[in-house]
């Protein structure tokens, strides 16, 4: 399965990078939320997938016994989705108000911070 | 704190605006020269000071002092003539609007240069040198109304600063092939680290932060330029303390890097160069304290030279000319200083016959001029013949015609000082009255205190060494024990010495410098300045600065117009190829391409088709024209993440992604929802990118993608040894008392980023929230006005 | 978005607020043992006011809310920052988890620093979220209104 998700992690990265050239801020943002799936799944497999034992110790046991999936990649998304979160919320209002002020979304457009 | 408290206080002066505030606060130089002065016999007698608190420990840095004959000379330099100057500032700068700031800046510096001087670490040696750059640049820059006074300071911090860079790269060498940031402990291994082959690097780099500090030939420019200064800090910071940095650490260095060839002969030509030129240019100035800028640039250069030289004799001199040089040039700059506050101008060829109506400040000002000519019974006579012997002296290490050369460089100096010091005393004071802007009367006790004791420092001083062995054996001997590493020195210092040759020949040299000097002054003081009005240099120093200053701007602008050209893609573009290219070739070039692994599991039909999901999906969201579709299109590959995380054991993740999707869906609408504008531009975006373009992008995305790919085939081929991964679960319930690893790892052993974290997270809904209410605000007041 | 466009949307969010919310907190505690925490019951909080703005408009959402978004960020951020702070005063590092109570409580669990610092988390989380939503919300009505 790691193998499978290297070619869904790399198109998903061709896909944010291919959308984030696009002269949409739309699009840039759709990138963007790619990029952010590709790299949580990234740091996901990379630390290895196990089907068996999620990272929670029994009850009355002290500690995991093998196989169990690696909590610390978990950990690390997990923050990593909240922030995606809060990052894309950011650049949509970001975007919205550009639109509102220059009337498009055209990243050509606006090469200068002079004309507004 | 002390600094703290002092710019409180000085602060407060803004209301008093009197001199009245300068008497106070120089109760605390005062208190630290008292202090520095009960630690003369102590210091004299044994072992040097050592003070040490740990910084940086794991750096091996430490504020640590080191206090020896060295430091303490330098110590009771720094309090004594600045008590001195704080009291001079306060009569100078009397109801200036801003005389809290000048109290405040001076405190900062005086701590900071003796920071410099006593650090026993050379890291923090040089946070305390840069220090002194800094409030060097604010005290340049006081009247910051000018703009010659604003370009002054840039120019003295950019070539003291750039000088502290490349002093900081000799200083890292210098720790690391000595294996010690401890001057103390450096002080031993100087053969060892003279034998290394970096030696030559280190040197080069230490003496250039040395010389632009200290004003030597070529970065000497920019010191006449300080006299922007008002002269309070001119004579404090550029003639008495600071400039003498750069002369401290190498005499700080000379048990180190001292005492090669090539210290030898790169620090006698740049000094003796300096201190030549210095003296010359010096007599064809006409403003007061331009002249006493450039013989503060002999003054340098000199000390320079004679640790060059390196002898006993030579140190011996160093050391006392530094003193010398101190005194009467801290005096003779606060004595042109009050001369431009009671007639208001600086100009020679306006002042004379001053002394009728300035008879206090004129008595200081002949003094200092006296000993700055070497004049006995005057201290600077005594340095003068020191000087003298250590040239000499050369003989007896290097060729005649060595000491020849070095003998007529001194000589040359040393009357055209004492030229100097007639035109910065007698022009002014003696002769005729002339009418000056303003009607010439006595300065306040706060102006001349600071010159009578000064200079008449430099009267007793020379008078005690004929009586009393105290000046040679509780100052000079130490210094010169701490330059030299030795502990058994002794140095000697009289009046007269004898009536052996050599010592004859040196007196008779001593007493023929006074009488060129005052046989030029006689004939030449009228025509030195039409010279330098007729005769311009054809290329100096400045205009290199001026070069390089232009050439960094013009390069900084080229350079913006090529990396920052205000494409959003044109940026995406080089980091997506930067990734691929250099990536993918350092991959390529070492690992190679790594065949997938499809045991021991082969994917199961679920996964296929999960994967095959998220691929479409993705397609999707590039193809769809509608913008309701393409938002559909990435919730599907989200919910299809959260799928795999249910999948593989992660029920945290999967909770927080379904959470995170369904209000990313609710975010779009709220945003998007009615936007036709929007979603018709989606559609018009088809257009206008040429399908060349298109197929260029789709190369680039896409060997990024191959490169991300083949990353991760090469890492998941090989088996994961992790040990985080057991110390976490083995950890989670004893120390964590909790059984979710993945929230115990989020709120107690990495706590701090899960912090750091939700900092982030706040400060981006509060940019939502401003970008939103503040325009609202706007458009509200657009709307009624 | 001021009245809602249905009924059983907002019949159903009535009866589903309160649940929503005591199942936050529910997450919020056994976090600690089992899937849960701070970031997921903060998410799920807000996702119940997200669905009350819906319902039955921002204003409404935001009373139910009781106190500005904004006290709830800096709230959470004072409550997790100063967690730390408890094992300064026994003399170890900032953050070093501290124990008031070694046997496991009903519901919460073991109360300690680690568990203030994930309230803080939570209550953060919820005035992110809500800012966020409430904002944009409060900006589509006006242009609407416009």
Same mark, same amino acid.
């Given at each position: 399965?790691?193998?499978?998700?290297?070619?869904?992690?790399?198109?998903?990265? %061709?896909?944010?990078?291919?959308?984030?050239?696009?002269?949409?801020?739309?699009? *840039?943002?759709?990138?963007?939320?790619?990029?952010?799936?590709?790299?949580?799944?990234?740091?996901?497999?990379?630390?290895?997938?196990?089907?068996?034992?999620?990272?929670?110790?029994?009850?009355?046991?002290?500690?995991?016994?093998?196989?169990?999936?690696?909590?610390?990649?978990?950990?690390?998304?997990?923050?990593?989705?909240?922030?995606?979160?809060?990052?894309?919320?950011?650049?949509?209002?970001?975007?919205?108000?550009?639109?509102?002020?220059?009337?498009?979304?055209?990243?050509?457009?606006?090469? =200068?911070?002079?004309?507004? | 704190?002390?600094?703290?408290?002092?710019?409180?206080?000085?602060?407060?002066?803004?209301?008093?605006?009197?001199?009245?505030?300068?008497?106070?606060?120089?109760? *605390?130089?005062?208190?630290?020269?008292?202090?520095?002065?009960?630690? &003369?016999?102590?210091?004299?007698?044994?072992?040097?000071?050592?003070?040490?608190?740990?910084?940086?420990?794991?750096?091996?840095?430490?504020?640590?002092?080191?206090?020896?004959?060295?430091?303490?000379?330098?110590?009771?330099?720094?309090?004594?003539?600045?008590?001195?100057?704080?009291?001079?500032?306060?009569?100078?700068?009397?109801?200036?609007?801003?005389?809290?700031?000048?109290?405040?800046?001076?405190?900062?510096?005086?701590?900071?240069? *003796?920071?410099?001087?006593?650090?026993?670490?050379?890291?923090?040696?040089?946070?305390?040198?840069?220090?002194?750059?800094?409030?060097?640049?604010?005290?340049?820059?006081?009247?910051?109304?000018?703009?010659?006074?604003?370009?002054?300071?840039?120019?003295?911090?950019?070539?003291?600063?750039?000088?502290?860079?490349?002093?900081?790269?000799?200083?890292?060498?210098?720790?690391?092939?000595?294996?010690?940031?401890?001057?103390?402990?450096?002080?031993?291994?100087?053969?060892?680290?003279?034998?290394?082959?970096?030696?030559?690097?280190?040197?080069?780099?230490?003496?250039?932060?040395?010389? =632009?500090?200290?004003?030597?030939?070529?970065?000497?420019?920019?010191?006449?330029?300080?006299?922007?200064?008002?002269?309070?800090?001119?004579?404090?910071?550029?003639?008495?303390?600071?400039?003498?940095?750069?002369?401290?650490?190498? %005499?700080?260095?000379?048990?180190?890097?001292?005492?090669?060839?090539?210290?030898?002969?790169?620090?006698?030509?740049?000094?003796?160069?300096?201190?030549?030129?210095?003296?010359?240019?010096?007599?064809?100035?006409?403003?007061?304290?331009?002249?006493?800028?450039?013989?503060?640039?002999?003054?340098?250069?000199?000390?320079?030279?004679?640790?060059?030289?390196?002898?006993?004799?030579?140190?011996?001199?160093?050391?006392?000319?530094?003193?010398?040089?101190?005194?009467?040039?801290?005096?003779?700059?606060?004595?042109?200083?009050?001369?431009?506050?009671?007639?208001?101008?600086?100009?020679?060829?306006?002042?004379?016959?001053?002394?009728?109506?300035?008879?206090?400040?004129?008595?200081?000002?002949?003094?200092?001029?006296?000993?700055?000519?070497?004049?006995?019974?005057?201290?600077?006579?005594?340095?003068?013949?020191? &000087?003298?012997?250590?040239?000499?002296?050369?003989?007896?290490?290097?060729?005649?015609?060595?000491?020849?050369?070095?003998?007529?460089?001194?000589?040359?100096?040393?009357?055209?000082?004492?030229?100097?010091?007639?035109?910065?005393?007698?022009?002014?004071?003696?002769?005729?009255? =002339?009418?000056?802007?303003?009607?010439?009367?006595?300065?306040?006790?706060?102006?001349?205190?600071?010159?009578?004791? *000064?200079?008449?420092?430099?009267?007793?001083?020379?008078?005690?060494?004929?009586?009393?062995?105290?000046?040679?054996?509780?100052?000079?001997?130490?210094?010169?024990?701490?330059?030299?590493?030795?502990?058994?020195?002794?140095?000697?210092?009289?009046?007269?010495?004898?009536?052996?040759?050599?010592?004859?020949?040196?007196?008779?040299?001593?007493?023929?410098?006074?009488?060129?000097?005052?046989?030029?002054?006689?004939?030449?003081?009228?025509?030195?300045?039409?010279?330098?009005?007729?005769?311009?240099?054809?290329?100096?120093?400045?205009?290199?600065?001026?070069? %390089?200053?232009?050439?960094?701007?013009?390069?900084?602008?080229?350079?913006?117009?090529?990396?920052?050209?205000?494409?959003?893609?044109?940026?995406?573009?080089?980091?997506?190829?930067?990734?691929?290219?250099?990536?993918?070739?350092?991959?390529?070039?070492?690992?190679?391409?790594?065949?997938?692994?499809?045991?021991?599991?082969?994917?199961?039909?679920?996964?296929?088709?999960?994967?095959?999901?998220?691929?479409?999906?993705?397609?999707?969201?590039?193809?769809?024209?509608?913008?309701?579709?393409?938002?559909?299109?990435?919730?599907?590959?989200?919910?299809?993440?959260?799928?795999?995380?249910?999948?593989?054991?992660?029920?945290?993740?999967?909770?927080?992604?379904?959470?995170?999707?369904?209000?990313?869906?609710?975010?779009?609408?709220?945003?998007?929802?009615?936007?036709?504008?929007?979603?018709?531009?989606?559609?018009?975006?088809?257009?206008?990118?040429?399908?060349?373009?298109?197929?260029?992008?789709?190369?680039?995305?896409?060997?990024?993608?191959?490169?991300?790919?083949?990353?991760?085939?090469?890492?998941?081929?090989?088996?994961?040894?992790?040990?985080?991964?057991?110390?976490?679960?083995?950890?989670?319930?004893?120390?964590?008392?909790?059984?979710?690893?993945?929230?115990?790892?989020?709120?107690?052993?990495?706590?701090?980023?899960?912090?750091?974290?939700?900092?982030?997270?706040?400060?981006?809904?509060?940019?939502?929230?401003?970008?939103?209410?503040?325009?609202?605000?706007?458009?509200?007041?657009?709307?009624?006005? | 978005?001021?009245?809602?466009?249905?009924? &059983?949307?907002?019949?159903?969010?009535?009866?589903?607020?309160?649940?929503?919310?005591?199942?936050?907190?529910?997450?919020?505690?056994?976090?600690?043992?089992?899937?849960?925490?701070?970031?997921?019951?903060?998410?799920?909080?807000?996702? %119940?006011?997200?669905?009350?703005?819906?319902?039955?408009?921002?204003?409404?959402?935001?009373?139910?809310?009781?106190?500005?978004?904004?006290?709830?960020?800096?709230?959470?951020?004072?409550?997790?920052?100063?967690?730390?702070?408890?094992?300064?005063?026994?003399?170890?590092?900032?953050?070093?988890?501290?124990?008031?109570?070694?046997?496991?409580?009903?519901?919460?669990?073991?109360?300690?620093?680690?568990?203030?610092?994930?309230?803080?988390?939570?209550?953060?989380?919820?005035?992110?979220?809500?800012?966020?939503?409430?904002?944009?919300?409060?900006?589509?009505?006006?242009?609407?209104?416009?």
């Amino acid at each position: 399965m790691e193998s499978l998700l290297a070619f869904v992690v790399g198109g998903l990265y %061709a896909g944010g990078i291919y959308l984030m050239l696009r002269r949409s801020m739309i699009k *840039l943002i759709f990138g963007l939320v790619l990029l952010g799936h590709a790299s949580n799944l990234l740091i996901f497999t990379v630390g290895r997938l196990t089907s068996d034992q999620p990272p929670l110790v029994p009850d009355g046991a002290e500690t995991l016994t093998e196989p169990f999936a690696d909590p610390l990649p978990q950990a690390l998304i997990l923050t990593a989705i909240v922030i995606g979160f809060g990052m894309q919320a950011f650049a949509l209002v970001l975007v919205k108000r550009m639109f509102l002020t220059a009337r498009t979304d055209d990243v050509h457009a606006i090469t =200068t911070t002079d004309t507004f | 704190m002390r600094e703290g408290m002092l710019s409180r206080l000085g602060l407060s002066t803004t209301q008093t605006k009197g001199s009245l505030a300068g008497w106070i606060i120089a109760l *605390l130089p005062l208190s630290f020269f008292v202090f520095f002065c009960t630690l &003369i016999e102590p210091v004299a007698m044994g072992e040097p000071i050592r003070i040490s608190y740990p910084w940086i420990p794991s750096l091996g840095v430490e504020l640590s002092f080191l206090i020896d004959g060295l430091s303490l000379l330098f110590a009771l330099i720094i309090s004594g003539v600045g008590t001195f100057i704080i009291i001079y500032a306060g009569g100078y700068l009397a109801g200036h609007h801003q005389i809290g700031h000048m109290y405040t800046y001076l405190i900062l510096f005086m701590i900071s240069m *003796l920071g410099l001087v006593l650090s026993d670490n050379i890291i923090s040696l040089f946070v305390f040198w840069e220090l002194t750059s800094i409030t060097s640049y604010l005290l340049i820059g006081f009247k910051h109304e000018y703009q010659d006074s604003r370009y002054s300071a840039l120019q003295a911090l950019l070539v003291t600063g750039a000088g502290g860079l490349v002093l900081l790269a000799g200083l890292i060498l210098l720790g690391v092939v000595g294996g010690s940031w401890q001057l103390s402990e450096l002080f031993g291994r100087g053969e060892a680290i003279q034998d290394h082959e970096l030696y030559l690097p280190m040197l080069i780099l230490v003496l250039i932060g040395a010389f =632009t500090k200290s004003a030597q030939f070529p970065f000497h420019f920019w010191l006449p330029n300080a006299m922007a200064a008002p002269t309070p800090v001119s004579a404090y910071l550029h003639s008495a303390t600071m400039v003498k940095a750069g002369v401290f650490l190498l %005499a700080r260095l000379t048990p180190v890097l001292g005492g090669t060839s090539t210290w030898f002969f790169i620090l006698t030509i740049v000094g003796g160069i300096t201190m030549v030129m210095g003296a010359f240019l010096a007599i064809f100035r006409t403003d007061l304290k331009s002249i006493l800028a450039y013989t503060t640039i002999n003054g340098l250069g000199t000390l320079v030279f004679l640790l060059g030289l390196g002898t006993e004799l030579a140190i011996e001199a160093a050391i006392v000319f530094l003193m010398v040089h101190s005194l009467y040039k801290g005096a003779l700059f606060m004595v042109a200083g009050s001369v431009d506050h009671e007639t208001g101008t600086r100009d020679i060829r306006e002042l004379g016959g001053l002394g009728k109506y300035m008879p206090i400040t004129a008595v200081a000002g002949g003094l200092a001029a006296l000993s700055m000519m070497g004049m006995p019974p005057f201290l600077g006579f005594v340095g003068k013949e020191i &000087i003298y012997k250590s040239a000499f002296g050369v003989a007896e290490h290097h060729m005649f015609l060595i000491m020849l050369a070095v003998l007529a460089m001194a000589f040359v100096g040393k009357v055209l000082t004492g030229v100097s010091a007639g035109l910065v005393t007698v022009s002014p004071f003696l002769g005729s009255k =002339t009418t000056t802007p303003k009607n010439p009367h006595e300065a306040p006790i706060s102006m001349w205190l600071g010159p009578v004791v *000064l200079s008449a420092l430099g009267l007793l001083l020379g008078l005690s060494v004929a009586f009393s062995k105290g000046l040679q054996d509780m100052i000079v001997a130490p210094a010169m024990g701490a330059v030299l590493h030795e502990h058994e020195v002794h140095a000697k210092l009289a009046l007269w010495y004898g009536t052996e040759p050599e010592t004859l020949m040196v007196f008779g040299l001593s007493m023929l410098t006074i009488v060129a000097a005052i046989g030029i002054y006689i004939r030449g003081r009228g025509t030195f300045a039409s010279i330098s009005q007729r005769v311009t240099m054809p290329w100096n120093a400045e205009q290199g600065y001026q070069f %390089a200053l232009n050439g960094m701007q013009s390069l900084a602008r080229w350079q913006t117009r090529v990396l920052q050209h205000g494409y959003l893609q044109g940026y995406l573009l080089v980091v997506a190829m930067t990734l691929a290219g250099f990536g993918g070739l350092a991959f390529f070039s070492q690992v190679g391409l790594v065949a997938p692994v499809w045991s021991p599991q082969f994917p199961m039909v679920h996964e296929w088709l999960i994967a095959g999901m998220m691929l479409v999906a993705t397609v999707l969201t590039i193809r769809l024209d509608s913008l309701l579709g393409a938002i559909v299109a990435l919730g599907v590959v989200g919910y299809a993440v959260a799928l795999i995380f249910i999948l593989y054991a992660a029920p945290d993740l999967a909770i927080t992604q379904f959470s995170i999707e369904t209000l990313t869906v609710i975010l779009f609408v709220l945003v998007l929802y009615r936007r036709q504008t929007i979603t018709h531009l989606l559609e018009e975006e088809i257009a206008r990118d040429s399908p060349a373009k298109r197929i260029r992008d789709l190369l680039i995305a896409g060997s990024v993608g191959v490169f991300i790919t083949s990353i991760m085939l090469a890492i998941t081929s090989e088996p994961l040894v992790s040990e985080l991964k057991h110390f976490f679960a083995e950890e989670s319930v004893p120390h964590g008392k909790g059984h979710n690893v993945v929230n115990v790892i989020l709120i107690d052993f990495r706590g701090l980023d899960t912090m750091g974290e939700i900092t982030v997270l706040g400060v981006a809904a509060i940019g939502v929230y401003s970008l939103i209410k503040l325009w609202f605000a706007r458009d509200a007041e657009n709307n009624t006005s | 978005m001021k009245i809602s466009f249905s009924v &059983i949307l907002s019949t159903a969010t009535y009866y589903l607020l309160p649940l929503m919310l005591l199942f936050s907190v529910y997450l919020l505690f056994r976090g600690h043992n089992e899937p849960g925490g701070g970031f997921v019951g903060g998410l799920m909080a807000s996702a %119940a006011f997200g669905l009350e703005m819906i319902a039955y408009g921002v204003n409404s959402a935001r009373r139910e809310l009781r106190v500005h978004p904004t006290t709830l960020i800096g709230t959470g951020l004072l409550v997790a920052v100063s967690s730390g702070f408890f094992a300064l005063f026994e003399d170890q590092p900032f953050m070093t988890a501290q124990w008031w109570y070694d046997e496991k409580l009903p519901v919460i669990g073991k109360p300690g620093s680690p568990m203030m610092f994930d309230i803080g988390v939570y209550l953060l989380v919820i005035g992110i979220v809500s800012l966020i939503l409430f904002s944009l919300a409060d900006e589509t009505e006006q242009i609407q209104e416009a």
